[in-house]
């Protein structure tokens, strides 16, 4: 069945070094969709990329969708120690089924 | 934006007993999903429950397991019926007020089953 992976599963960085997960779709996406959750909490929508090659930055964060439409990736510049937090992507495939990624894990020391 | 509520936020239950966990939303949305999260796990969607219509189950979820309620535009009920300890996990609701749009979600309900 359909499967939207991400890695890594866990990322440690020091506060001020960079951050960068990759999401994986086994099927094409037709849109793919960003969360943060922080420990604890409920996740909360950052981003929504439709196009293929989309680019979007949001102040540290940069977005990319890929050519295919089956992958993308979240960049963070210089992380902070407010970054801690799992990160989702998801997205809805051409069944229209909305699939959460496997999440990556950030842990940023102080 | 959206403020969601949910209740019970969280619980302690008896194996074999059914909880109703019920999601209220400030404004009308038509569209509402259940999901259920295992600890450090992902979302796993369980159900669309559109007003008006009957609850869409996804692959693995039933609905003599957890039947839905929908109501009204604002409010939604998921019971998770019979329970095991397999069970305990957080469940969220979440709603999308245009379609392939982003969602909002409750703060989860956390549920033990003993």
């Known amino acids: 069945g359909q499967q939207v992976m991400q890695i890594p599963q866990y990322q440690h960085v020091q506060e001020g070094e960079d951050f960068t997960t990759y999401c994986n779709s086994s099927t094409t996406l037709s849109n793919i969709q960003w969360y943060k959750q922080r420990p604890g909490g409920h996740p909360v929508f950052l981003i929504q990329?439709?196009?293929?090659?989309e680019v979007k930055k949001q102040k540290r964060l940069t977005f990319q969708f890929g050519e295919a439409k089956k992958n993308s990736s979240l960049h963070i510049t210089a992380t902070q120690t407010t970054d801690v937090g799992t990160y989702f992507c998801a997205g809805w495939d051409n069944f229209n089924k909305f699939y959460f990624g496997s999440g990556t894990k950030l842990n940023v020391k102080p | 934006s959206a403020v969601i509520s949910q209740k019970p936020s969280r619980d302690i239950c008896q194996r074999g007993t059914s909880l109703t966990i019920q999601c209220q939303v400030d404004s009308q949305v038509t569209m509402m999903f259940w999901y259920r999260q295992q600890p450090g796990q992902s979302l796993t969607l369980i159900a669309t429950a559109n007003q008006g219509s009957e609850a869409t189950y996804e692959s693995g979820f039933v609905i003599d397991k957890f039947p839905i309620s929908r109501p009204n535009l604002t409010f939604s009920t998921l019971t998770v019926s019979n329970m095991s300890p397999e069970d305990s996990s957080i469940y969220l609701c979440?709603?999308?007020?245009?379609?392939?749009?982003?969602?909002?979600f409750g703060p989860g309900t956390r549920l033990t089953v003993l």
């Open positions: 979440s709603v999308e007020y245009s379609s392939y749009n982003e969602q909002f």
């Open positions: 990329l439709v196009k293929s090659g």
